[in-house]
């Protein structure tokens, strides 16, 4: 699997959420933690209307009967972030399964990297820290 969701997919791909999730999903990302399908829905129909582009590239994935881990890299861009620009972030998902829907969905990505460096006065400040801890 290369390309598991993209923003041109739209309608089509939040119309399938129930078939993905439980009704009584837990998703949890850095910046909320979201409680049945519902609020996923919502979540996830707030963040596409702020952008122009968002994109999925599965890199690697492990599936067992309860639990599977994901690997992917997120294209997206939004005209408040990066001057509209493409931003790419790598991120992994921990799930557990209940038969055939995901049950609790945990993502792991870099925040800074996502959003706080696109920002035009925290951007340097951010990627001046991570220099200094870096060297």
Known sequence: ?????????????????????ARQVSFID???????????????RK?????????FVIRDQVF??????????MTFASPRLNGGQPID?????VLTLRGDRI?????YYDMGAMVYEQ???LG???RYIRGRMAA
């Open 89 to 93: 972030v790598d991120g992994s998902s």
């Open 119 to 121: 920002l035009p006065l």
């Open 103 to 107: 049950e609790l969905q945990r993502d």
């Open 30 to 44: 850095p910046v909320a933690v979201h409680q049945g399908i519902a609020a996923v829905d919502s979540y996830f």
């Open 47 to 55: 963040l596409l209307a702020g952008g122009t582009r968002c994109d």
């Open 1 to 21: 699997l290369r390309h598991a969701w993209s923003l041109a997919d739209g309608e089509d791909a939040l119309a399938a959420l129930p078939t993905i999730y």
């Open 124 to 126: 340097p400040i951010v």
């Open 64 to 73: 067992g009967d309860e639990r599977a881990y994901v690997n992917w890299t």
